[in-house]
């Protein structure tokens, strides 16, 4: 019998530049690109995973950053069991803006799962990373840092977020 995978949906949000596009594409596709077109409204990916003896196809999300694009991404939320908020660890205000993408995000999934990510850790960072640990922690999320460019942390974070979309 031909069993169907469960599809999971994951969203990944943040301002723009912080690096979403960059993480699914390093994730799904394995490679990076240095310079990239800003995504407009909403992309998708999918790529089949095993957690936890499970198969599962998640369904990655990516939230273009616009502010003028907010009314389509609520729609969009619905039905996402774990989202990514993503900042740029050399840029504060991105981190700062996090609070915001959360409050967007529970209000239409109040049971969300999240975690915080820290992107862009091969380059100096240009804050306190205490920050993000408080931050993440003032939502109960575990944090994490990746590197889209080398592709560290970036199996961890996606796998974080299936794990997550799975726990009871
Ligand atoms: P998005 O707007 O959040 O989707 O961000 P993009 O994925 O389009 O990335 C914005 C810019 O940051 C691009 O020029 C990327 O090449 C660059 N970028 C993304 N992730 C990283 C990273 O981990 N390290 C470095 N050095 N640059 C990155
Ligand atoms: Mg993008």
């Given amino acids: 019998m031909n069993k169907t995978v469960p599809l999971v949906k994951i969203v990944v949000a943040g301002d ?3 690096g979403k596009t960059s993480l ?3 994730y799904c596709e394995g490679r990076f690109e240095q310079s990239r077109v800003a995504t407009i409204g909403v992309d998708f990916q999918t790529k089949t995973v095993e957690i936890k003896g499970h198969i599962i196809k998640l369904s990655i999300w990516d939230m ?3 502010i003028h694009f907010q009314s389509v991404r609520t ?8 989202a990514a908020l993503v900042h740029d660890i050399t840029n504060p205000e991105s981190l700062t803006h996090l609070q915001g993408w959360y409050e967007e995000i529970i209000a239409v999934v109040p049971n969300q799962r999240f975690l915080v990510v820290g992107n862009k850790i091969d380059l100096q960072p240009n804050y306190d990373t205490s920050e993000a640990k408080r931050f993440a922690a003032s939502i109960k999320a575990p944090y994490l840092t990746t590197s889209a460019s ?3 942390g ?7 977020m299936a794990y997550l979309a799975l726990k009871k």
């Fill in 150 to 152: 080398t592709g560290q």
């Fill in 24 to 26: 699914i594409r390093q």
């Fill in 64 to 66: 273009a950053g616009q």
């Fill in 154 to 160: 970036v199996q961890k974070m996606f796998l974080g």
């Fill in 16 to 18: 723009g530049n912080v």
């Fill in 75 to 82: 729609g969009l939320y619905r039905g996402s069991r774990t």
